[in-house]
């Protein structure tokens, strides 16, 4: 970004998923060419190298933050070869998912309309294959980001030859050879938000994950994953909360905690994946003492 | 407060406590008092019957604090009758402590001078003896409050009359009839937590409080004490975190929660009284979920 980075009127955020967190001059390149759009500002870059993932946090106009997310890809489309690459974490892309979120003085109808703009050029301009996911999907069936990933890259390579119900809505049939097929999407803000557990046993934090996600009358909204984590000698439930306003990570973190309580293992850590909101930092407070009076307006600095 | 709402300039925060609890017409008086004072801005009012005390917390320019402090005194000292007050927390003054605390373009030797001033002027204009204490203390003897206070108005009467190093440091030597005497003082900002037990073991509460203060190898800068709520029918651990900096809410709150789990009772709920600062918010969360990496950075609002 070389202009200003007061950003005025609407700012929509992006958090690109980028199929690269080993290789860190991989990770910079990609975070500088979208930081050299005017009009945008990231805020976090987060780099895991068991998941061989990053996660970019960045804000923008609603025209710059199309040009910040177009120039991440680009990069990204040049530097991985999803042929190569290895992470515990699932992706179908070397630019895996893309969303956009609302953030001030915009709503869910125009990052659906960005996010669709965003997958068009993307097939376009760079012939990487796109899927619109979350509010902007044009497909009920590809609301659930893992519904549309399914096991990623290797599997999908092969399926969209054999079931047309798997196509892309943007280019393809094939996906790109090695830059797979980015999922474009509008959501609301979620909270991207790991506990590291005190054991190397993935089947443990696969039952972990299980009894915490939503699906099976776990958390509401929360997604969950267990994965190993080799460069730590650990194993993580990985989770996306994607009802903050419901479950607070404190809520998240007891709900692992007291799951692994019961197969004898203890937490290490919980680790934030990007950023998360105010609103939720007091949740989790609020949770964590049992202060139900806890409102923002006990806050000295926001309430002078 | 009649002028204006947004203060510009140097920020001082007075929060004196009353002894006052129970009947809401005189916290609302001596709270409507203060509020009329102008470039005064009243942010919290809490009232606890159990205590039979209020804590008031507004903000205001150096001069005007001062006036709304000296407005408080003035309606404690109208309405409020200590040889008529019971309540389960130690007190001395009808306006029993004032502490001033800097919040903003102000430090501690400005609040200081400001203490000293509003201790004369109390004596001078309501013919109530002050003591000070804190960073404002006269002598080193006085700078903690329960040092000045011991077991307040009842013993302090007599000891005043015994002890002339009691004495007050304006006024006196004798205690006002029925307002006692007020502690004004200058301290950092502090967050005044309680927790609530669900047991109405008064012993049991105090043995907690113990486990916890400071003095007694318990949290850095933690004054406890354990008190009876009998409108709740339960006992409380009622604390001062006096080292905000250093031991969290979330802290605070798990060490009692620990202590009364070894005597076999259960946390029933928290209370703030007052405010806390948004640093206190981040590291109750960062404390709860073992999330080392949480800084204001990662939090959406404060990083836009």
């Known amino acids: 970004m070389t202009v ?58 609603p025209t710059s933050v199309i040009e910040g997310a177009i120039s991440g890809v680009r990069a990204a489309v040049r530097l991985i070869d999803l042929r190569k690459h290895k992470g515990v974490h699932p992706r179908l892309g070397a630019a895996d998912v893309i969303p956009l979120v609302p953030i001030r003085d915009a709503d869910m109808s125009e990052c659906v309309g960005l996010a669709r703009k965003l997958a068009k050029r993307i097939w376009d ?5 796109t899927y619109l996911y979350g509010e902007a999907a044009l497909r009920m069936d590809r609301k659930r980001l893992e519904k549309v990933r399914l096991k990623g890259f290797e599997q999908m390579m092969t399926l969209v030859k054999k079931d047309k119900s798997r196509r892309p809505d943007f280019g393809g049939p094939a996906l790109h050879p090695t830059a797979g097929a980015s999922i474009v999407g509008a959501r609301p803000p979620l909270i991207a938000f790991n506990v590291n557990l005190n054991s ?52 998240a973190y007891s709900k692992v905690a007291e799951e692994a309580e019961k197969l004898g293992i203890d937490v290490l850590e919980s680790e934030l994946i990007g950023l998360m909101p105010l609103s939720s930092l007091l949740d989790s407070t609020r949770d964590a003492v049992k202060l139900e009076s806890l409102t923002m307006d006990r806050i000295i600095e926001l309430k002078i």
Request: proline letters at 5%.
């Open 200 to 251: 190397g046993d993935l089947a443990l934090a696969r039952k972990i994950a299980e009894a915490v996600r939503e699906k099976n009358s776990g958390l509401v909204g929360v997604k969950a994953l267990g994965l190993e984590l080799k460069s730590k000698r650990c194993v993580q439930v990985s989770m996306n909360i994607t009802r903050p306003d419901i479950v607070s990570p404190f809520v």
């Open 4 to 61: 200003t980075r007061e950003l005025k009127g609407p700012i929509i955020e992006c958090v690109p998923n980028f199929s690269a967190g080993k290789d860190m001059h991989i990770v910079r390149t990609i975070a500088n060419e979208i930081d050299s759009v005017s009009n945008v500002k990231i805020l976090d870059v987060n780099a895991d190298p068991d998941h061989n993932r990053s996660v970019i946090t960045f804000v923008g106009t």
């Open 125 to 129: 301009e760079l012939e990487v294959p």
